[in-house]
T-cell receptor
Framework: KNQVEQSPQSLIILEGKNCTLQ??????????LRWYKQDTGRGPVSLTI?????NTKSNGRYTATLDADTKQSSLHITASQLSDSASYIC???????????????FGRGTQLTVWP | EAQVTQNPRYLITVTGKKLTVTCSQN?????MSWYRQDPGLGLRQIYY???????DKGDVPEGYKVSRKEKRNFPLILESPSPNQTSLYFC??????????????FGSGTRLTVV
């Protein structure tokens, strides 16, 4: 069964600290993995996209890693800011064929709170 | 400005009264999709469309209908809404599903309450 699991479910850190969010998936055959940031009540916004052959991708203070062998991804946030408080969602796409055509698989998100 | 526009942003309706939530994108994207988001469950895909006149079910299609008569519009139809369809709904689009070069652009959401 294609699934995406994220941990931790919630996280509280102090402003200026670093943190790492985890995403484990069983989606197969794997096409790509995306990390999204979602502010409360708003639509998700894309942070990074990685394919099978990419190990690391950065977007400012956000760095995503991917280990396709172990089917794990992480999102590292450096020097956190109050505006980083949001839900971070891992989304995995399967290669388009058969029953996976057009389907996306979402994690339930990690709720990050940054305190001053 | 490139965007996905959903209307309305907020809607309160009564059980059984048909409603339509509109979604429009101005980026000439082929792929469009609808999601609902509920506390503790994350985003779940309702329906998606790979292109005009091509639609398919996602994870939770029961109680919903969609149509894709034009490339830019992908309305979500609730023929007979029920309270368990109270949720936050998002529409999203992408140039092509499966392309690793593009993310998905999400709309601002529609908060639906069915009483």
């Amino acid at each position: 069964k294609n699934q995406v699991e994220q941990s931790p479910q919630s996280l509280i850190i102090l402003e200026g600290k670093n943190c790492t969010l985890q995403c484990n998936y069983t989606v197969s055959p794997f096409s790509n993995l995306r990390w999204y940031k979602q502010d409360t009540g708003r639509g998700p916004v894309s942070l990074t996209i990685m394919t099978f052959s990419e190990n690391t991708k950065s977007n400012g203070r956000y760095t995503a890693t991917l280990d396709a062998d172990t089917k794990q991804s992480s999102l590292h946030i450096t020097a956190s800011q109050l505006s980083d408080s949001a839900s971070y969602i891992c989304v995995v796409s399967a290669i388009n064929r058969g029953s996976t055509l057009g389907r996306l698989y979402f994690g339930r998100g990690t709720q990050l709170t940054v305190w001053p | 400005e490139a965007q996905v526009t959903q209307n309305p942003r907020y809607l309160i309706t009564v059980t059984g009264k048909k409603l339509t939530v509109t979604c429009s994108q101005n980026m000439n994207h082929e792929y469009m999709s609808w999601y609902r988001q509920d506390p503790g469950l994350g985003l779940r895909q309702i329906y998606y469309s790979m292109n005009v006149e091509v639609t398919d079910k996602g994870d939770v299609p029961e109680g919903y209908k969609v149509s894709r008569k034009e490339k830019r519009n992908f309305p979500l139809i609730l023929e007979s809404p029920s309270p368990n369809q109270t949720s936050l709904y998002f529409c999203a689009s992408s140039p092509r599903q499966g392309s690793s070069n593009y993310g998905y652009t999400f709309g601002s959401g529609t908060r639906l309450t069915v009483v």
